[in-house]
Each structure stands twice: as structure tokens, then as C-alpha cells.
């Protein structure tokens, strides 16, 4: 395992305690797609539920759907309106 450190003082400036840095690094590696959701839980040291609450407590969406998902959603809603 790869240990991380952070200087107290900056942590202190920031506001934050060791556990709610490591939330936060979890979380912005969701949010830019370099972890999915359940390796950033993990990291974060929640479960699923408690990582999607902490996501929506920072507006962070949980389901980020591509074009290639639109318009897989519009092929099917087309296949089946008829």
C-alpha cells in the first residue's frame, strides 16, 4: 500500500482531519473518472451507500451517461413506441 503524506498545517488550513482528506481525494477521483464508484468507496474506507450520500452532498453526480448511452436510450424508446 502507498502511504501519502500530508503536512498537518496544510490539513489544518484546509479544514480538514486525515479521514475526511482521504474522502475528499476519493471523491475527486470519482468526479474525474480516474476511479469508479466502488474503488473510490474503498479508498474513502465507506461502503457504496455512504460514498453515493457523500457524492450527492457535493453535487457530484453518481451516473454520468455518454452520448453512446443517449443514443442507445433513443434506439430503444424508437424499437418500442410502435
Do not use: H
Not at 18 to 45: N, Y
Not at 49 to 71: F, K, N, Q, W
Request: aromatic share 4%; glycine share 4%; hydrophobic share 45%.
Amino acid at each position: 500500500m502507498a502511504t501519502l503524506q500530508v503536512p498537518d498545517d496544510l490539513l489544518r488550513e484546509a479544514g480538514l482531519n486525515e479521514a475526511e482528506a482521504v474522502v475528499e481525494l476519493a471523491c475527486r477521483l470519482f468526479e474525474t473518472g480516474k476511479l469508479t464508484l466502488w474503488p473510490a468507496a474503498r479508498l474513502a474506507g465507506l461502503d457504496r451507500v455512504a460514498m453515493e450520500d457523500v457524492l450527492a452532498e457535493r453535487s457530484i453526480p453518481i451516473y454520468r451517461p455518454t452520448l453512446d448511452d443517449l443514443a442507445q436510450d433513443i434506439s430503444t424508446l424508437e424499437r418500442v413506441k410502435d
